[in-house]
């Protein structure tokens, strides 16, 4: 019985380091960002196809070209907005229902600065 409950017990731990190291190694911290950087909108419009792709959304500037293979709809969807103000394609997703809350977290990890007023 003593060799079950110890068996149990170090099993059960092993179980959890081997999770927790898991969870450190699988961990996505964003690349950090100079928000500082203030961008015009005719320095973000030359950035306007998929492969360079800026938007402005509520006065921050992003980079989302690396974004464009993960963005669930086709790429057909973001390239219009690449190299504009794109709040109200984020707002509405073009047909009247904003981004879930996790859509705009995401977000975070492209800005790349702000838009010059």
Known sequence: M??????AFIAFWSSIATLLAV???ATNEPAPTD???VYSLEEIAAHNSEADCWVVIEGAV???????PNHPAPPAV???????EATE???TKG???????????ML????????KE
């Open 89 to 91: 394609g984020m707002r």
């Open 108 to 115: 975070d990890s492209y800005r790349i600065g702000t838009l």
């Open 2 to 7: 003593k060799k079950l409950c110890y068996s």
């Open 35 to 37: 928000s500082a950087s």
């Open 95 to 105: 047909y009247g229902r904003d981004h879930s809350p996790a859509a705009w977290g």
């Open 23 to 25: 969870q450190a190694m």
């Open 78 to 84: 973001l390239s219009p907005w690449c190299g504009k």
């Open 62 to 68: 992003y980079d989302i070209s690396a974004y464009f």
